[in-house]
């Protein structure tokens, strides 16, 4: 076989390049005071307006603002942030930094209690406001008991005082100074500043509603029973009434679509108990721990040398050593190295079983120690856990919006302000032509009793309709809550969704790549056979076979991926038979400059020759060798193959490794192809038989539309490239950095075997379930349902208030004598926010609806790293 066209150099390049640009640096703030749609959008304006602002987007659900500053060279960072907190606070909001940590965990604890506050001050007012509300419906239970003949009782001193305009007004206006007054201050607040909100239109409706009030007070009507009336005095009553109702509603389907968030937030703790030896001594050293053959054996530091500090849990370092007690949560992803104890891992995988532990057992931050105390050493610094990264990206998600959000965003910004001019313009209409244009429609308005109102009070009564009826809070909510629920429901999958965008990308998905090795197949290959070449003046085969053990052992011994590890592990056996030792660590030559390839392979000097370990043909390039002894031998294979050599004694040994499929892997891509209607293609850096010989084992009717092999990271990135300009949309899955390239070209990138390291900088979904490649196929799935979620919302949104604000400003009096008053639009107004919030919560993904998957998809996960070669 001939080397690939692009060289490795270039290649690298290339993925170097596509992961830089992959990355992007976003600060995070929360904010508080956003009550609605407009809140959002006019934040999110104000902020994109600013010149020292990139961009930004704003979460309604979250209550979060992701800034990226641009780097004028002019403003320090620090003083952009403290203009922008300064633009946002004039408009009525509370800007702060997210912080990170010991002071990011008391940010929220900080944050929930103020929620806590609110909602028990919420359900105050709304228990006084519904207690009101009876109250001023005392006229109607009046009426009810003349209904049913009893009239001694419907003339009681209780109801006829009810019934008093002036006890309606004195009770209307405990309503809006009580539990309105909050509304009222804020909506005001908001006007002045020159961003009305929702509150905003609820306040001047329910001062309308007063007025209109007062005026029915001023012009008394008796009713058909010969009492005076205070119907009209419920109105601002009953608005409030139902706002909050709503409200407390609203509030509680959020706090259930954000609940998978929280419970991220509180499953790691903010500090840990961290063990410190003063004596250098006994300090461990995780290779010698994990070699030593004692699993039995207990720490053996003295209590005198061990001293404890409690740290921020972000402060962890590798290497660092912690301890744990019973019913304390691990900290950090690490190995015991002292103790035993059972471990509840439920919180991660769902299941509700304890594993023990022991000296040498891997632990993940998290889970909750049980029956006794673990000393554990850790392998990643304290924010580079699986839980952390998994809390981290679902936050990310929420804070970059689907491109559906900015139809929501557009309508949402100037939608107070024309909700206003369609107010206005109703009273002016019905004031000035109503009656010339459709004479005694008017009369419906207001009712039979119609007689000595002023002239001025129906068509006041419709233009307070309109101000109450209009909800900018269910287009606000539409898109954040939907993709809240689904980021969430994915993520206790094991499918970390980057954000918004993503999910809409991936519901379009029709063609989607595989890389094969690791990917299609387990990625634990083994080697099956190994072929020594031997030149007539060299040494015997045995100390040729010898040779390449040791140098591509010591070549790989860093190295992670499936390849590398197997010849590692094959070599370190083959050596110790060899040469006779337990271990050939003694023999190890002295390793420097190592320069990976991406695709090819990896090379090294060892006692100053440069040696090469990669695939067949990349090898021979580098050695500018143009005889090709392994061919024969690869021709007649369907297994990978790796050579091994040096630039003074050529071709060493040939290592052939054969690794078995995915056992999801056949159902998957029947699923892909067969259910989801999609293109199904394989490119691999492999050879072409082996590339053959994998899609012959997986069925023998043809399921990919094209398999090809020998192909260059960026040789992948190409045909992604022409797949996209036939006009496909299409998602790469890959577990290296040698598939960046592709993973950044296609539409969507899927990192699969753990690539919260490896391949997710350029990934917008990081797969860490055990049944990964299934979990691609749950991924499309779930983004087309929450899509379908996303345009429910909107169209229900746009469909209210296309229908609602008409129906309010009396478009259906002439033809059907049918209008609102203002407590009946408040109660639609209400509502309306409440379905778009609960329809969001019951989306349901192939894994079931939120609630009904426990853990987060770490099933017993191993993760790897990746120098990326096949």
Same mark, same amino acid.
């Given at each position: 076989s001939t080397p690939p066209s692009t060289s490795p150099s270039s290649s690298f390049s290339q993925e170097e390049a596509a992961v830089s640009s992959a990355a992007t640096k976003t600060k995070l703030y929360s904010i508080e005071g956003m009550r609605c749609g407009g809140c959002s959008a006019n934040v999110a304006k104000t902020l994109n307006a600013q010149d020292f602002i990139k961009s930004c987007a704003v979460n309604l659900v979250t209550n979060t603002a992701a800034i990226t500053y641009t780097d004028d060279g002019v403003k320090e960072e620090e003083e952009r942030e403290k203009l922008a907190i300064a633009l946002i606070a004039k408009k009525g909001f509370t800007m702060r930094v997210r912080e990170k940590g010991k002071a990011g965990a008391q940010m929220v604890l900080e944050s929930q209690q103020r929620r806590l506050e609110e909602k028990e001050q919420t359900t105050r007012d709304l228990y006084l406001a519904w207690g009101l509300t @009876?109250?001023?419906l005392g006229t109607h239970v009046s009426h009810h008991l003349h209904q049913l003949g009893l009239h001694e009782y419907a003339h009681g001193e209780v109801l006829t005082n009810l019934a008093n305009p002036w006890i309606g007004a004195t009770i209307a206006s405990l309503a809006l100074l009580g539990p309105g007054r909050q509304i009222l201050s804020d909506g005001f607040v908001a006007f002045k500043?020159?961003?009305?909100?929702?509150?905003?239109?609820?306040? #001047?409706?329910?001062?309308?509603?007063? *007025?209109?009030?007062?005026a029915n007070a001023l012009h008394p009507v008796l009713n058909e029973y010969g009492m005076r009336t205070n119907d009209f005095f419920e109105e601002p009553v009953l608005l409030l009434a139902f706002i909050l109702l709503g409200r407390a509603l609203e509030s509680s389907a959020r706090a259930?679509? =954000?609940?998978?968030?929280?419970?991220?937030?509180?499953?790691?703790?903010?500090?840990?108990?961290?063990?410190? *030896?003063?004596n250098d001594s006994k300090k461990l050293d995780l290779n010698v721990l994990m070699n030593d053959e004692k699993d039995d054996v207990e720490n053996d530091m003295e209590a005198d040398d061990v001293m404890y500090a409690f740290v921020d849990r972000e402060s962890i370092a590798p290497g660092d050593i912690v301890r744990v007690f019973p019913g304390e949560t691990i900290p950090c992803d690490g190995v015991v190295i002292s103790g035993a104890a059972s471990v509840d891992e439920a919180s991660l995988t769902g299941e509700p079983i304890f594993a023990p532990k022991f000296r040498k057992s891997k632990v993940s931050a998290g889970c909750v120690v049980h029956e006794g105390p673990l000393s554990i050493m850790s392998l990643k610094n304290g924010d580079e856990s699986i839980v952390a990264g998994i809390k981290r990206t679902v936050e990310d998600a929420q804070s970059r919006p689907a491109p559906t959000q900015r139809i929501a965003d557009a309508i949402a910004g100037p939608f107070v302000y024309s909700v206003m001019g369609i107010s206005l313009a109703t009273f002016v209409f019905w004031a000035g032509f109503g009656e010339m244009?459709? /004479?005694?429609?008017?009369?419906?308005?207001?009712?039979?009793?119609?007689?000595?109102?002023?002239?001025?009070? $129906? /068509? *006041?009564?419709?233009?307070?309709?309109?101000?109450? +009826?209009?909800?900018?809070?269910?287009?606000?909510?539409?898109?954040?809550?939907? +993709?809240?629920?689904?980021?969430?429901?994915?993520?206790?999958? =094991?499918?970390?969704l980057r954000g918004g965008d993503v999910l809409e990308q991936m519901a379009k998905v029709d063609c989607v790549v595989f890389d094969k090795t690791g990917t299609l197949t387990a990625g634990k290959p083994k080697v099956t056979e190994m072929k020594v070449f031997i030149d007539d003046k060299e040494d015997n085969e045995e100390e040729r076979r010898l040779d390449a053990l040791r140098i591509a052992t010591a070549v790989e011994s860093e190295s992670?991926? /499936?390849?590398?590890?197997? @010849?590692?592990?094959?070599? %370190?056996?083959e050596s110790s038979k060899l040469d006779g030792s337990s271990s050939s660590s003694s023999n190890y030559k002295k390793r420097s400059e190592e320069k990976t390839s991406p695709g090819f392979g990896v090379s090294a000097l060892l006692d100053g020759e440069r040696c090469f370990v990669g695939t067949p043909s990349w090898v021979r390039s580098e050695l500018n060798l143009s005889e090709e002894k392994e061919e024969e031998m690869e021709s007649r294979s369907d297994a990978s193959f790796v050579a091994v050599g040096t630039s003074s004694?050529?071709?060493?040994?040939?290592?052939?490794?054969?690794?078995?499929?995915?056992?999801?892997?056949?159902?998957?891509?029947?699923?892909?192809?067969?259910? &989801?209607?999609?293109?199904?293609?394989?490119?691999?850096?492999?050879?072409? %038989?082996? !590339?053959?010989?994998?899609?012959?084992?997986?069925?023998?009717?043809?399921?990919?539309?094209?398999?090809?092999?020998?192909?260059?990271?960026?040789?992948?990135?190409? #045909?992604?490239?022409?797949?996209? %300009?036939?006009?496909?949309? +299409?998602?790469?899955? =890959?577990? =290296? #950095?040698?598939?960046?390239?592709?993973? !950044?070209? $296609?539409? +969507?990138?899927?990192?699969?075997?753990?690539?919260?390291?490896?391949?997710?900088?350029?990934?917008?979904?990081? &797969?860490?379930?055990?049944?990964? @490649?299934?979990?691609?196929?749950?991924?499309?799935?779930?983004?087309?349902?929450?899509l379908a979620k996303i345009r429910q919302n909107l169209g229900w949104a746009l469909a209210y208030n296309a229908i609602g604000i008409p129906l309010a400003a009396g478009a259906f009096l002439p033809e059907y004598g049918v209008s609102l008053? /203002?407590?009946?639009?408040?109660?639609?107004?209400?509502?309306?926010?409440?379905a778009v919030v609960t329809n969001s919560v019951l989306l349901k993904g192939p894994m079931g609806r939120l609630g009904d998957v426990t853990g987060w998809g770490l099933n017993s996960k191993s993760e790897t790293k990746d120098d990326g070669r096949l």
């Amino acid at each position: 076989s001939t080397p690939p066209s692009t060289s490795p150099s270039s290649s690298f390049s290339q993925e170097e390049a596509a992961v830089s640009s992959a990355a992007t640096k976003t600060k995070l703030y929360s904010i508080e005071g956003m009550r609605c749609g407009g809140c959002s959008a006019n934040v999110a304006k104000t902020l994109n307006a600013q010149d020292f602002i990139k961009s930004c987007a704003v979460n309604l659900v979250t209550n979060t603002a992701a800034i990226t500053y641009t780097d004028d060279g002019v403003k320090e960072e620090e003083e952009r942030e403290k203009l922008a907190i300064a633009l946002i606070a004039k408009k009525g909001f509370t800007m702060r930094v997210r912080e990170k940590g010991k002071a990011g965990a008391q940010m929220v604890l900080e944050s929930q209690q103020r929620r806590l506050e609110e909602k028990e001050q919420t359900t105050r007012d709304l228990y006084l406001a519904w207690g009101l509300t @009876i109250a001023c419906l005392g006229t109607h239970v009046s009426h009810h008991l003349h209904q049913l003949g009893l009239h001694e009782y419907a003339h009681g001193e209780v109801l006829t005082n009810l019934a008093n305009p002036w006890i309606g007004a004195t009770i209307a206006s405990l309503a809006l100074l009580g539990p309105g007054r909050q509304i009222l201050s804020d909506g005001f607040v908001a006007f002045k500043n020159g961003s009305p909100t929702m509150n905003s239109l609820v306040g #001047i409706g329910a001062v309308a509603a007063f *007025t209109l009030s007062g005026a029915n007070a001023l012009h008394p009507v008796l009713n058909e029973y010969g009492m005076r009336t205070n119907d009209f005095f419920e109105e601002p009553v009953l608005l409030l009434a139902f706002i909050l109702l709503g409200r407390a509603l609203e509030s509680s389907a959020r706090a259930r679509a =954000g609940s998978d968030l929280a419970s991220l937030s509180s499953l790691l703790p903010a500090e840990a108990r961290m063990e410190i *030896t003063q004596n250098d001594s006994k300090k461990l050293d995780l290779n010698v721990l994990m070699n030593d053959e004692k699993d039995d054996v207990e720490n053996d530091m003295e209590a005198d040398d061990v001293m404890y500090a409690f740290v921020d849990r972000e402060s962890i370092a590798p290497g660092d050593i912690v301890r744990v007690f019973p019913g304390e949560t691990i900290p950090c992803d690490g190995v015991v190295i002292s103790g035993a104890a059972s471990v509840d891992e439920a919180s991660l995988t769902g299941e509700p079983i304890f594993a023990p532990k022991f000296r040498k057992s891997k632990v993940s931050a998290g889970c909750v120690v049980h029956e006794g105390p673990l000393s554990i050493m850790s392998l990643k610094n304290g924010d580079e856990s699986i839980v952390a990264g998994i809390k981290r990206t679902v936050e990310d998600a929420q804070s970059r919006p689907a491109p559906t959000q900015r139809i929501a965003d557009a309508i949402a910004g100037p939608f107070v302000y024309s909700v206003m001019g369609i107010s206005l313009a109703t009273f002016v209409f019905w004031a000035g032509f109503g009656e010339m244009f459709f /004479p005694g429609a008017l009369m419906e308005a207001v009712g039979s009793n119609a007689a000595g109102i002023p002239w001025w009070l $129906a /068509p *006041t009564k419709l233009a307070t309709n309109v101000l109450v +009826v209009a909800c900018p809070c269910a287009l606000g909510l539409a898109t954040p809550t939907a +993709v809240l629920v689904a980021t969430s429901l994915a993520a206790r999958r =094991g499918i970390l969704l980057r954000g918004g965008d993503v999910l809409e990308q991936m519901a379009k998905v029709d063609c989607v790549v595989f890389d094969k090795t690791g990917t299609l197949t387990a990625g634990k290959p083994k080697v099956t056979e190994m072929k020594v070449f031997i030149d007539d003046k060299e040494d015997n085969e045995e100390e040729r076979r010898l040779d390449a053990l040791r140098i591509a052992t010591a070549v790989e011994s860093e190295s992670s991926h /499936p390849l590398a590890k197997a @010849i590692v592990a094959f070599c %370190s056996d083959e050596s110790s038979k060899l040469d006779g030792s337990s271990s050939s660590s003694s023999n190890y030559k002295k390793r420097s400059e190592e320069k990976t390839s991406p695709g090819f392979g990896v090379s090294a000097l060892l006692d100053g020759e440069r040696c090469f370990v990669g695939t067949p043909s990349w090898v021979r390039s580098e050695l500018n060798l143009s005889e090709e002894k392994e061919e024969e031998m690869e021709s007649r294979s369907d297994a990978s193959f790796v050579a091994v050599g040096t630039s003074s004694k050529g071709v060493l040994a040939l290592f052939q490794l054969k690794d078995e499929m995915r056992p999801d892997a056949i159902e998957t891509i029947q699923r892909f192809k067969n259910n &989801l209607n999609c293109e199904v293609h394989v490119l691999s850096g492999d050879r072409q %038989s082996a !590339v053959d010989a994998v899609v012959r084992q997986m069925s023998a009717s043809p399921l990919f539309t094209s398999a090809r092999g020998n192909l260059s990271p960026s040789d992948k990135a190409a #045909i992604v490239e022409k797949l996209k %300009s036939s006009g496909k949309t +299409v998602a790469m899955i =890959g577990d =290296g #950095i040698n598939d960046a390239p592709g993973l !950044v070209t $296609a539409d +969507v990138g899927i990192a699969a075997s753990g690539g919260l390291e490896a391949a997710a900088a350029a990934s917008g979904v990081v &797969l860490v379930s055990e049944n990964e @490649i299934a979990a691609s196929a749950d991924a499309v799935e779930l983004g087309r349902a929450a899509l379908a979620k996303i345009r429910q919302n909107l169209g229900w949104a746009l469909a209210y208030n296309a229908i609602g604000i008409p129906l309010a400003a009396g478009a259906f009096l002439p033809e059907y004598g049918v209008s609102l008053n /203002p407590s009946f639009s408040g109660a639609m107004m209400a509502l309306s926010s409440v379905a778009v919030v609960t329809n969001s919560v019951l989306l349901k993904g192939p894994m079931g609806r939120l609630g009904d998957v426990t853990g987060w998809g770490l099933n017993s996960k191993s993760e790897t790293k990746d120098d990326g070669r096949l």
